[in-house]
């Protein structure tokens, strides 16, 4: 995997851990817990880091403000 890779999936995984921490607070622990199961789910991985890979494909570099791969929940 290269160090590329490795780094956009590591940025992908801080925000999904931002979402769940920001989002799930106040929610029962059984229903927050089947929310991140869901959400960390290895798929969600997959059109962030496509959009991601086009956006550079296409000239763009790093993340720019509105072009970050975002997480729909």
């Given at each position: ?9 590591r ?63």
């Amino acid at each position: 995997m290269s160090d590329v890779f490795a780094a956009d999936r590591r940025s992908i995984e801080n925000r999904l851990d931002e979402i769940c921490d920001s989002c799930l607070t106040g929610i029962p622990t059984g229903v927050a817990d089947a929310i991140r199961y869901g959400l960390k789910s290895p798929g969600k991985r997959i059109r962030p880091l496509l959009l991601l890979f086009a956006y550079r494909a296409a000239g763009g570099s790093g993340f720019r403000a509105g072009v970050r791969p975002e997480l729909r929940v």
